[in-house]
């Protein structure tokens, strides 16, 4: 199963999204496999690669991850966090160019509706959420 982790430059933020998507995503499928990584080494606001590596470690089930990100530095810490892995983890992890909330649960959907869920699948989901427009 896909392992999805959400980086915001605030631990309540991505916390909180996480949460939401949770309970969007509940399915027969079992717990999905999604971890905040937000906030700074102190936990203030901020992002840390370190925090960032340990939860995609964490959430890793060996089909590969899937990391959302909020703002730029989130993604050049995600980027950082990538490249301190080692293979085979380091080629199953991608970045999604997704809005954070709205890339997460489309992300937890696609893997809630199929456990078997390829990582390009799941990024596609989660990328489409970009088309979808409030008005």
Do not use: F, Y
């Amino acid at each position: 199963m896909i392992g999805i982790v959400v980086v915001s430059h605030s631990v309540k933020v991505s916390e909180g999204i996480c949460d939401m998507v949770e309970q969007i995503s509940a399915s027969g499928t079992g717990k999905l496999p999604i971890i905040a990584a937000g906030g700074n080494s102190e936990g203030k606001l901020g992002t840390d690669p370190n925090r960032i590596l340990e939860s995609i470690k964490k959430v890793d089930q060996g089909d590969g991850v899937v990391v959302i990100c909020d703002l730029g530095s989130g993604v050049i810490s995600s980027q950082a966090a990538i490249a301190m892995l080692e293979e085979p983890l380091k080629s199953r992890v991608r970045i999604a160019d997704a809005p954070v909330l709205e890339g997460a649960v489309g992300a937890a959907v696609e893997v809630a509706s199929d456990a078997n869920s390829s990582l390009d699948s799941v990024v596609s989901a989660a990328e489409a959420s970009r088309q979808l427009h409030k008005k």
